[in-house]
């Protein structure tokens, strides 16, 4: 897909129509045309009768890369709009607020360089492999059990590269210097590319691994009640878990060099998580229902509080004794939360209900606190500071049906 850019009128600036940044043409979004998705289910019925049943699948599924990415590259791509960073002390720098830069200072002789964004010439629509195998069984009439177990794999997950970053190398041996816990450092003011800023680059190298394993047991409406309930063990993996990052100053590897040492658990990750719902009829025509989950705490990392390495980004993970501490190793408190429901149904007239509901969410008053206190520098660090903000709620409700 080609991106004709507009003709510079009103600004005296380098016309980048046709340019490349440090190699790659800033017109240029890659087309991706072989998302073939072959997928494949069976169901085996082990005794024929539907009481015991066996199901698999597997297959590719494709996703569409975010119309946000691709305004991003369209419109930062240093005509259409112009990215540009000023620091105190430069002769340019707005100290008053008020009063804007006029775009006629910025002269040829008083060019600052832009950012762009630019994608990568093999980018890639993100594709995810998924396996499934469940085993099914009815125990009796009321009663029935299964057992899931699935597999996903995922490539071509999109993120964002600093592609103009120069090196740092005090003693100008040509070796790229580390600090003491050996953190590659880079040099963030001084780019290969004067030209331009940063070239923040899309690319489609990220991944990510899953599995889990879910034992469910289901009760059908009988007797007066019901129910359901699962308990879910976890295992996810990836390098950057994010689906349509575009910010200039976030969500960057914290090694350039080597995406895989951002290779961890994902921040969506829970290692274990129950359901349960239920529905009870109490008596004059009243229904008890209600819904309990529990997860375990998602992952969180120890950061360094600065840029350690130089790359102009800070989100340097913590050196604990000597090493960097790797992704996502700690964990915030458990999640518990439980909500029921009350409700009473009226007849009318024939075919015309009244149902009269109580809800209370949160029955416990669960705080559910989490911390995004992540500076290891700070005496705060590691405090817990939020919540989920859902405090015991009552809820009145009238549904008519007709």
């Not at 994010?242 to 969500?251: G, I």
Request: charged share 25%; glycine share 6%.
């Amino acid at each position: 897909m080609i991106n004709p850019n507009p003709a510079l009128t009103n600004v005296d600036l380098p016309d980048y129509t046709g340019y490349t940044a440090g190699g790659y043409n800033l017109q240029q979004i890659p087309d991706d045309s072989d998302n073939i998705a072959p997928r494949f289910a069976l169901t085996y019925d082990i005794k024929g009768d539907g009481s015991q049943l066996i199901r698999f699948g597997a297959g590719y599924f494709y996703s569409r890369t975010p119309s946000l990415l691709v305004a991003n590259a369209m419109l930062t791509n240093g005509i259409n709009v112009i990215r540009m960073d000023f620091y105190p002390g430069d002769e340019l720098f707005p100290h008053d607020l008020s009063d804007r830069i006029n775009p006629s200072e910025l002269t040829p002789e008083n060019q600052r360089a832009p950012s762009v964004f630019v994608f990568a010439p093999d980018f890639e629509n993100p594709v995810t492999f998924k396996t499934s195998l469940s085993y099914e069984a009815k125990l009796n009439e009321n009663w029935k059990f299964g057992i899931d177990l699935k597999y996903t794999r995922g490539y071509h997950f999109e993120r964002k590269l600093d592609v103009n970053l120069g090196i740092k190398d005090a003693d100008h041996d040509g070796v790229q210097d580390t600090d003491d816990c050996g953190r590659l450092l880079w040099d963030s003011r001084h780019r290969p590319n004067r030209d331009f800023n940063q070239i923040i680059m899309f690319k489609s190298d990220a991944e990510s691994k899953a599995s889990s394993i879910t034992f469910r047991i289901e009760k059908r409406y009988a007797d007066r009640w019901s129910m359901f309930a699962s308990y879910t063990l976890t295992s996810a993996y990836d390098n950057d878990t994010n689906e349509r990052s575009v910010s200039s100053s976030s969500s960057f590897p914290t090694n350039p060099a080597n995406l895989n040492d951002d290779w961890g658990r994902s921040d969506y990750y829970h290692k274990g998580m129950f359901k349960l719902s239920f529905t009870v009829d109490i008596g004059w025509g009243i229904k008890l229902s209600g819904y309990h989950r529990f997860y375990t705490g998602r992952p969180w990392s120890a950061y360094a509080g600065y840029d350690a390495n130089g790359d102009y980004y800070r989100n340097d993970r913590a050196c604990v004794d000597g090493v960097v501490e790797a992704r996502n190793t700690r964990r915030q408190p458990n999640f518990a939360q439980t909500d029921l429901r009350l409700a009473k149904v009226f007849k009318v007239w024939r075919g015309h209900t009244l149902e009269f509901m109580i809800d209370c969410f949160n029955v416990f008053d669960r705080a559910n606190r989490w911390t995004t206190n992540y500076d290891i520098r700070r005496s705060y660090f590691g405090t817990l500071n939020h919540s989920t903000y859902t405090p015991r709620t009552f809820q009145l409700g009238l549904k008519y049906r007709f």
